[in-house]
């Protein structure tokens, strides 16, 4: 009966194990067997002489699968099907042994515990201790656990086999198609299987009353209390994996491990040979025979288990139904572990567990514990589930002579951790874990990984994943890498820029986690190591990213992510030595540049903050210099440039401090003309004049290629004399950065005109350096040049030039005056009173550039502010102005304000404006309240688009207006105007403003007027307590003294608002289903009158003899913990909903601009603003009058005591002192007790009602309740 194993084939080689969406395998109908699939070849026999009379021809072990006897048994005596067994002629096992009922138990569950062959009716009962039906055990199989095995046999001889500590016996094995039957003796065999010869002088006869099988009732009480598997056979299809043991001792050993899933038990057979000859020819037969079983037939798992392992995995975030894969596995033990003698066989523990490959991890499951009474010795439990990254794995070895494999894993900094495991689909499980990691690493483009496995192996491996996500999978990589390296993947942050020179490029951004600010060395490991290979970039930017935590930390514990060769496999000239001793900085930042061909720029601006020593004048410090690692990027970067191994010829070191040996380094590699250098950026490098010097001469090199020159802010001196000559050779430079250098004295030029003109200069940054009149000169005879038509931006911010300096630059670069230059033009921070009038003429003329930059100019007098606000609003070339930060003597006056009024209503060329203020504790400098009414002017404006006011304290009037102006302005696209404390009826306003307007696409969401509400809050609230306190009856409970429970009452209340105030801050209100608060106002409320925008609108008393008296009347109500919280909630709502109106209105305006296709209608248009900007003194009220009575007030605020003692009647606005941040009274463990009452406008907040004893509509916090003002 032949069959096929077909071994190489991936179509035909099948995985029992393995799993796809976590379903059960069903086999494929049309799969078949070849006619010949097992070697031709003999095995020799190893022959014995025993003493009890047995042949000397007589072998141990007999394969019977080409044997002429065993096919013809097998044709002419085929096994009957189970429907025609006989059902008379032996005796039952109860007849034979009524005591052993509970032996057999297990027996008569297994036997018929397959459903497959127990369907048909001719069984007639199920087995029991007194049935007449129990089935021969010579019959044939049908596949089930409890049938007859096959008589088709394989394999057969006398074996020594171990399944318990202490027990060790001999017995004759059967290996047939589908089992591995055990006997007792060979006669015990002979009476099953007919090919089997009986022992020289028994008869091959079979008794009435005997068990041919498993012998007599002795027997077979041996076998089942010895054996793990208590009918004396092992089915093939729970065969998890058969390996071999060896350890250097006498024996040669196989270990068979096999799971029955029904049961949840997982047991061990150990079989000992005398030579390896004997065991070898068992392992192969037994590994053949399984295979030939997994083609035939598949074995799905159990549902229980398949549910258990999905649970494991998708709590582990790794479960994808259409990307994970199960198997059956052993888990041996190390190799480390020796053995003292063969009985310590059985000392060392294998483990059946499952093995599954989920998206990034490999995870591995130990068998669920299931309550069993079996006596059979089974596996020893090991540790619980552990998980292992796919993208960790450094080594995946497959044994070509058993079933085990080897996987290794190591994360970075941390020791390599190996797993022994052995399963029947080795094979399958390589082929799975090399498509999982070229699947999450496609871009590499071989395995980083060391892969042994045999050309089998090599046959089943799937093609390379294309990429064909966006940027070369990187998402993918990076969240393969995170999730490998234990790194939470939503804390990195990053973007990609097309707007910029050699686009495409990866800036990486600060971490997510504002308590984290910088990252960890494994999270900028795993983001570096997800860059590599990636050739989408062009650029790569890691500026303002601290890598500090990298420079000088070794990976003691392994070298498998150093990088050797490039994408293509060119190996780097360098030792190996070289390459292994390096800082992993080194080590990532050179793979980095080595593995991307595309890659032309990397930014490392401000990257590395240490500074280094002193340069080592003395022997003694000659010692500590050999120590001295530089930054660790230029080492990484210019031996590769050097060496042309990489492509990158843009390096950014700004903000970076050089040492003596990032100077080597970078001197040797400038000097050598084939690196082809564009630019080195070496602004704050904190170069002197010996390496700045140094550096200029070795860039001589590279004068055909070098297109900028970046040296700004260093603490080199330069001398013009020699300066201009040294960078007169360069050709080609398009970008000259001199910002913030010291010159030597002098009247000479620091730039001729001549070395200017040889240029095509695109940018030019003079910023913070002193500019005498010479430069000037010769900046004014360049820029008068054609020559310099390429110029783009020109910086000469706080450069110390006067108003005729300016004057003089703004006729040089204007050729006609029709003809506005496009060149933007920075002279922040000048000194423009000297010659001011001479600047304002040339500006009225129109010879200011498109673009012009007059930030923190201080004007001694408004009448010259006036003067240039007029000059700009008639000019006709600026289209992009800046004058934020401007310095007036006080605020503005009417006229000036006028004036302002006039330039936005009338200038009609301006498309951007900026005019914010400034307020830091070094300078203030705004408008005034005069501002509000100059908005207005914007109601005529065609042409803004961009309109910045920031920080010029607007409040609720400058809102109003400009919810005017929104309503009537139909060009203006971007409204920057937070900071403003605008509270949040302004925000409402101009949110209401945007139902007409279909234009702006930008409006802040004030998040400064949303803490400024919180903090008018709790002042509010802690008023409102403080002057109960003072005029209510006090309870008795306030004159006792405080008891120990008070304090821990205290505690525990405060630890409830801390976990209350975490789940509100989170509190997600549903929209636009909201309730409006805004109510009409009686008559009867009286007059209110508004300190500012954000404080309270009250009702004042006539005296205050009058408010005590109706304070009084009323009960004191104290803000409990609920009440904090439902204050902090509300305020949020109503803040969230207006943010929530406002993203509507955007988003649809902004698809409006783009052409796409919006609804016109939004839906919450049926909301309203609150009323008046008292609301917050009603939503208050409103809750004080709701909440249940407490007499533990002094828990939560002052106590009366305090709070009487401290009293006043100042309607001065609260200092500083008095202003405790809403955070810390919500938060802190322990009340803060402030000196003051506040004023007497905060205590008639009450609710309105007709009748006080009867309110008409009481109402809770979250229903329409509260009164407007």
């Known amino acids: 009966m032949s069959r ?143 049938l007859t095995p096959a008589m088709t046999v394989v394999l057969h001889g006398e074996v020594q086999t171990s399944s318990g500590m202490f027990r060790k016996k001999k017995e004759y094995l059967v290996l047939t198609e589908t089992h591995i039957v055990r006997n007792k003796s060979q006669a015990k065999a002979a009476e099953t299987f007919k090919n089997i010869p009986p022992p ?74 005398g030579n390896p000859e004997e065991r070898d020819v068992w392992l192969k037969s037994i590994r053949t025979t399984l295979r030939d079983a997994r083609m035939r037939t598949s074995s799905a798992m159990s549902t229980a288990n398949l549910e258990n392992i999905a649970r494991i995995v998708e709590r582990e975030s790794d479960y994808d139904p259409s990307n994970c894969a199960i198997f059956k596995v052993v888990q041996r033990a190390s ?39 079996s006596s059979s010795p089974s596996l020893a439990p090991t540790n619980p589930q552990t998980s292992y990254g796919i993208l960790t794995m450094t080594g995946l070895t497959v044994s070509s002579f058993d079933d085990t494999f080897e996987l290794v894993f190591r994360r970075p900094l941390q020791r390599p951790r190996h797993l022994y495991l052995a399963s029947a689909a080795s094979h399958e499980i390589a082929a799975r874990l090399h498509f999982a990691e070229n699947y999450l ?17 090599e046959e089943m491996l799937a093609p390379a994943v294309t990429s064909s996500e966006e940027h070369s999978c990187l998402d993918r990589t990076l969240i393969a890498y995170c999730i490998a390296y234990g790194v939470n993947p939503a804390n990195v942050r990053y973007t990609i820029n097309y707007n910029c ?31 590599r290979y990636n050739e989408s970039f062009v650029g790569i930017s890691l500026a303002d990213i601290k890598l500090d935590s990298l420079l000088g930390l070794h990976d003691n514990y392994g070298h498998e992510y150093v990088c050797s060769h490039t994408k293509r496999g060119t190996p780097i000239k360098l030792s190996a030595h070289e390459l292994g001793k390096s800082c992993i900085l080194v080590q990532e930042v050179r793979a980095l540049a080595a593995t991307s061909k595309k890659l032309r720029r990397m930014d490392f601006s401000r990257c590395v903050t240490s500074i280094p020593s002193v340069s080592a004048v003395t022997l003694e410090e000659q010692a500590t210099k050999a120590r001295d690692i530089g930054c660790g990027i230029v080492e990484a970067l210019f031996p590769l440039c050097k060496h042309q191994t990489t492509n ?58 070098l297109e900028a020159i970046e040296i700004a802010g260093n603490n080199a001196r330069i001398n013009p004399a020699t300066f201009d000559s040294q960078l007169g050779i360069f050709g080609f430079i398009r970008k000259l950065n001199l910002s ?34 010479a430069t000037i000169d010769a900046l004014a005879t360049y820029l008068a040049h054609p020559q310099s038509n390429s110029l783009h931006e020109l910086y000469l911010d706080n450069a110390y030039i006067s108003g005729t300096d300016v004057a003089t630059l703004l006729h040089s670069m204007t050729q006609d005056p029709n003809q506005p230059r496009d060149l933007h033009l920075d ?19 129109g010879l200011a550039p498109s673009h012009l930059s007059m930030r923190a100019v201080e004007y001694r007098e408004e009448t010259l502010f006036r003067k240039m606000i007029t000059a700009v609003t008639t000019n006709k070339s600026i289209r992009f102005l800046d004058m934020s930060h401007t310095a007036l003597p006080g605020d503005a006056g009417d006229e000036t304000c006028r004036a302002i009024e006039r330039l936005l209503a009338e200038n009609d060329t301006l498309v951007e404006l900026d005019i914010s203020g400034e307020e830091s504790r070094l300078a203030t400098s705004k408008f005034g309240i005069g501002i509000n009414q100059a908005l207005t002017g914007l109601k005529k404006n065609k042409t803004l688009q961009t309109f910045r006011i920031e920080k010029q304290k607007l409040g609720l009037q400058g809102a109003s207006t400009l919810a005017e102006v929104l309503k009537a302005n139909s060009t203006l696209r971007e409204l920057h105007c937070a900071n403003n404390e605008i509270p949040l009826h302004g925000l409402t306003d101009l949110v209401n403003s945007l139902i007409e307007n279909t234009t702006l696409v930008f409006l802040p969401p004030m998040d400064d007027g949303r803490a400024a509400a919180f903090r008018s809050a709790e002042l509010t609230m802690k008023g409102m307590s403080d002057v109960e306190s003072t005029v209510a009856p006090r309870s008795p409970e306030f004159s006792k003294p405080p008891q120990l429970g008070s304090a821990s009452a205290m505690k525990r209340g405060f630890a409830s608002v801390r976990r209350s105030a975490a789940r509100s801050a989170s509190y997600a209100p549903s929209f636009p289903a909201l309730p409006s608060y805004s109510r009409s106002i009686p008559a009867s409320q009286g007059n209110r009158t508004a300190s500012s925008p954000l404080s309270l609108t009250t009702a004042m008393p006539t005296s205050r003899t009058r408010q005590n008296t109706l304070s009084a009347m009323v009960a004191p109500v104290n803000f409990t913990v609920q009440d904090i919280q439902t204050t902090h909630r509300l305020l949020s709502e109503q803040w969230d909903r207006q943010c929530f109106r406002l993203g509507q209105y955007l988003d649809r305006n902004w698809c409006l601009l783009n052409g796409e296709p919006v609804d016109m209608e939004v839906e919450d248009e049926q909301f309203e603003r609150p009323g008046s900007v008292g609301s917050i003194g009603k939503m208050l009220e409103q809750v004080k009058y709701d909440t249940t009575p407490r007499a533990e007030k002094d828990l939560y605020f002052d106590s009366p005591q305090e709070a009487v003692g401290s009293a006043h009647d100042s309607a001065e606005p609260l200092n500083d002192r008095q202003a405790i941040s809403f955070k810390q009274f919500i938060l802190d463990s322990e009340p803060t007790t402030p000196d003051f009452v506040v004023d007497d406008r905060m205590k008639q907040l009450r609710l309105n009602t007709t009748n006080p004893d009867q309110p008409e509509d009481p109402g809770t916090p979250t229903q329409e309740g509260f009164l407007p003002t």
């Open 4 to 146: 096929s194993s077909n071994e190489g084939s991936w179509s035909r080689r099948k995985s029992m194990f393995a799993l796809q969406a976590l379903s059960p395998i069903v086999p494929s109908p049309t799969a078949t067997l070849g006619d010949d699939g097992r070697s031709s070849s003999r095995t020799q026999k190893t022959l014995k002489k025993f003493k009890h009379g047995r042949s000397p021809s007589q072998s141990l072990f007999t394969d019977t699968r080409h044997s002429d006897l065993a096919r013809e048994v097998d044709d002419t005596k085929p096994a009957p099907p189970l429907s025609e067994s006989p059902t008379t002629g032996r005796p039952t096992l109860g007849m034979r042994t009524s005591k052993l009922t509970t032996g057999f138990g297990s027996l008569r569950t297994s036997l018929y515990s397959n459903h497959d062959d127990t369907e048909s009716g001719s069984i007639g009962e199920p087995l029991s201790a007194a049935s007449s039906k129990t089935p021969s055990l010579a019959m044939a199989d049908g596949g089930g656990d409890g």
């Open 200 to 273: 020289l002088g028994r008869s091959p006869t079979v008794k009435h009353g005997s068990m041919p099988s498993v012998g007599s009732h002795s027997d077979l009480r041996t076998l089942s209390e010895s054996s793990g598997d208590k009918e004396g056979r092992v089915p093939l299809r729970q065969v998890v994996a058969v390996h071999s043991l060896d350890d250097g001792k006498p024996y040669f050993a196989l270990e068979v491990c096999y799971l029955d899933e029904g049961a949840g038990q997982a047991s061990a057979m150990t079989l000992q040979f």
């Open 335 to 373: 190799k480390s572990a020796g053995r003292s003698s063969s009985d310590d066989l059985t000392k060392i523990a294998s483990t059946v567990c499952f093995l599954a490959i989920g998206v990034h991890k490999v995870h591995l499951v130990q068998l669920a514990k299931a309550v069993s009474r």
């Open 441 to 457: 690493r496609p871009e590499c483009g071989h395995r980083l990984f060391r892969f042994s496995a045999p050309r089998e192996v």
């Open 501 to 531: 020179e050699d686009a495409p490029r990866f800036e990486l951004l600060a971490p997510a986690d504002p308590r984290r600010p910088d990252y960890g060395p494994i999270d900028l490991m795993a983001i570096l190591r997800a860059l």
């Open 648 to 705: 990158v010829d843009w390096i950014c070191l700004n903000g970076i401090h050089l040492s003596e040996t990032d100077l080597d380094y970078l001197v040797g590699a400038t000097v050598e003309k084939l690196c082809h250098f564009r630019a080195i950026e070496l602004n704050r490098c904190g170069m002197n004049d010996r390496s700045m010097n140094l550096v200029l001469d070795a860039l001589r090199a590279q004068d055909n290629t």
């Open 740 to 773: 913030y250098v010291s010159r030597t004295s002098g009247s000479d030029p620091l730039l001729q005109a001549e070395t200017l003109l040889i240029w095509r200069l695109q940018e030019l940054r003079l910023s913070g350096t002193s500019l005498n009149s």
């Open 827 to 845: 002279i922040s921070q000048s000194r423009l009173s000297k010659g001011f009038e001479q600047v304002t003429q040339a500006i009225a003329s």
